[in-house]
């Protein structure tokens, strides 16, 4: 009766070992959000083929058009028909302070650009940072967080496996 009673206790030992390490590792799968193993189960299942399955079919059509189009004019003063010394030099300053126009409204979009492109890249930057927080802590948790389910389900194992290849010794010292 002893060595019933010891089997028993080993056995249960045993598979609460193998519960706690398979524990573990689901664990470790909800922290990669994973699915886990019954959801995988479940899946696999859906995919028999002898399983009545519903087949859909679709058709699409997409059109893209182009977003950043620009279109830029400029204007030009002329010195007019006939011209003299007078109206050519005229004409050549209006030309001078329409050219100035367009090279402040050039350097405004520019800025205006250059602004944009520092601040997506802030964005990006800030957005990394973050992800890369949240990565490092899911592999630290990882690689520590399931230590001690782990360390538990290894030690009854190592109990269970003990007591069920040790029973006839223990029960020759316990008589």
């Not at 909800?30 to 189960?41: L, N, R, W």
Request: aromatic residues 6%; positive net charge; contains cysteine.
């Amino acid at each position: 009766m002893p060595a019933l009673l010891n089997l028993g206790v080993s056995s249960a030992l045993q598979l609460l070992g193998i519960a706690t390490v398979i524990w573990g590792i689901s664990e470790t799968r909800a922290i990669f959000k994973h699915p886990s193993f019954a959801a995988k189960a479940k899946s696999w299942l859906g995919g028999f083929p002898l399983r009545a399955r519903n087949t859909v079919i679709a058709a699409s059509f997409g059109a893209a058009a182009a977003d950043g189009c620009k279109a830029r004019a400029y204007v030009t003063a002329g010195p007019g028909q006939n011209p003299t010394v007078q109206t050519r030099l005229d004409a050549l300053e209006k030309n001078v302070s329409l050219i100035h126009e367009r090279i402040t409204g050039t350097e405004k979009e520019m800025d205006e650009e250059f602004r944009k492109t520092n601040e997506a890249l802030k964005d990006e930057e800030n957005t990394r940072k973050a992800e890369d927080h949240a990565i490092r802590k899911r592999l630290e948790a990882t690689g520590t967080g399931g230590v001690h389910i782990s360390a538990i389900g290894a030690s009854w194992l190592f109990v269970g496996v003990i007591l069920s290849t040790a029973g006839p010794e223990i029960a020759n010292l316990l008589k």
